[in-house]
């Protein structure tokens, strides 16, 4: 996968989570390339989780069936 790290994310046309209910808190969509970045819009300059379309995809399929198990160290 490629290092998007040299990317000024101020750079990226994002799409914001409109579900914040007004506090600005929410999660930030954008696209480099062929990846998928998702960011948090409380931390600008942190760099955002990279994805694949193929696993995004993958992603939702799996919260919209309901396969997803618990997260590695969740009880």
């Known amino acids: 996968m ?3 790290s040299p990317f000024d994310p101020a750079e990226v046309e994002w ?3 409109s579900y914040s209910g ?4 929410c999660v ?3 696209r480099l390339g062929d990846l998928i ?4 819009t409380k931390c600008p300059d942190r760099l955002p989780l990279r994805c694949t379309t ?6 939702i399929r799996a919260v919209k ?5 618990p997260a ?3 009880s």
């Not at 007004?22 to 808190?25: C, E, K, R």
């Open 37 to 40: 970045l998702v960011g948090d």
């Open 15 to 17: 799409t914001v989570s």
């Open 2 to 4: 490629p290092d998007p």
């Open 72 to 74: 590695e160290g969740s």
């Open 54 to 59: 193929g696993g995004v995809r993958a992603w």
């Open 65 to 69: 069936d309901g396969t997803l198990g």
């Open 22 to 25: 007004g506090s600005g808190d």
């Open 28 to 30: 930030r969509v954008g």
